[in-house]
């Protein structure tokens, strides 16, 4: 199964600018708390792919795009696998380029199928993802082959059925993201031997060289290695090993979480979330709790479960509307030991 979504194209294409460029990578930056070998890596293929698009574009030839795709793998860290693989499309929603397909295989289908668009992976900065190449393999091994065959060809046919010609695009402006979890429970063993958690700092009482720590996680993850599937890792350029987080790196990602939930929670529409004296902390140390089950994940997850309810039963009762949803916000606040949430004007 596929979930494709290409940005529609409503004017001539042309490659990033340089300051289009300095706000993608801004992006990256913005989103990814704590990893900045991961931005330098998605940088890297921005820039040479859209040197590889400027130069097309300027000689009017598509003889200059190579018919290899940028090959990304991700693993380690304790956050930010599966945003890092979506973060190139991302960033570039709003410019109204590149395009999104996640690919995900059917165990049933013997054929391993690659449900692909052409059309949708022809588009300059096209991302394909595909989520626990491990797991993958395990479930359909065929597709796995069929995706190394994909990668190895780097080409892809589109066909114009008025005058019954075939296109060969190739997919040099193309980027493959896999990730990987094979490390992932030999690294919770590492940093927390008692909790597991795949986090730095669990405790206020307990220091790590951050670095040393890194570097563990990295020789654990070129130790996973021998267990992903050898027909796709000689395609992969890049091995990127996300850094476990510290309660700083925490902290941030709440933010960003808060942030993310106040324009989501109704879309077109900003919802602002107000915190009242040590609130937010406390909702801080719920979120925590849930890191050994949810991992990051419990960071939205406690948004979630206490403003959920309130908003969307407010809307239901009538006190939210369409009409409203701009002079209302969310208060957080704490009555005795428990978190309180409730509705107020934004003027009040």
């Excluded at 490659?15 to 998605?42: H, K, M, S, Y």
């Excluded at 960033?91 to 380029?97: G, T």
């Excluded at 989520?131 to 065959?149: G, P």
Aim: net charge negative.
């Amino acid at each position: 199964m596929s979930q494709e979504q290409p940005t529609q194209q409503t004017h001539t294409l042309t490659a990033l600018t340089r300051e289009e460029l300095d706000q993608v990578t801004a992006f990256f930056q913005e989103r990814l708390i704590g990893q900045p070998e991961v931005v330098q890596a998605l940088s890297n293929v921005l820039y040479k792919q859209n040197a590889l698009l400027k130069r097309a574009l300027e000689k009017d030839v598509d003889a200059s795009i190579p018919a290899d795709p940028t090959v990304l793998l991700l693993m380690g860290g304790s956050w930010g696998k599966s945003l890092a693989a979506r973060l190139i499309p991302m960033a570039l929603r709003d410019l109204e380029i590149g395009s999104l397909t996640t690919l995900t295989p059917l165990p049933q289908d013997s054929e391993g199928t690659l449900d692909l668009d052409p059309r949708v992976l022809s588009i300059p900065f096209a991302t394909v993802v595909v989520e626990d190449i491990e797991s993958a393999f395990r479930m359909n091994t065929r597709f796995v082959a069929n995706l190394a065959h994909l990668i190895s060809a780097g080409m892809v046919t589109l066909v114009d059925p008025e005058q019954k010609i075939v296109h060969p695009v190739p997919l040099g402006l193309s980027t493959f993201v896999m990730t990987s979890s094979a490390a992932d429970e030999e690294i919770r063993r590492a940093l927390n031997p008692e909790t597991r958690l795949g986090f730095l700092h669990p405790s206020d009482d307990q220091e790590v060289d951050v670095e040393a720590m890194y570097d563990k996680v990295q020789h654990i993850c070129q130790q996973a290695l021998e267990l992903l599937p050898r027909e796709l890792l000689r395609h992969v350029d890049e091995t990127v090993i996300l850094r476990p987080l510290n309660e700083d790196d925490l902290r941030q990602v709440f933010d960003l979480e808060i942030a993310h939930y106040e324009q989501a929670v109704f879309p077109g529409h900003t919802l602002p979330i107000v915190f009242e004296g040590e609130a937010k902390e406390r909702l801080f140390d719920k979120a925590k709790g849930g890191l050994g089950v949810y991992g990051a994940h419990a960071l939205r997850r406690v948004l979630q479960r206490y403003v959920d309810a309130v908003v969307y039963r407010a809307y239901n009762e009538g006190a939210l509307s369409e009409e409203n949803l701009d002079e209302q916000q969310v208060v957080v606040g704490l009555e005795g030991d428990e978190v309180s949430v409730g509705l107020a004007s934004r003027s009040g």
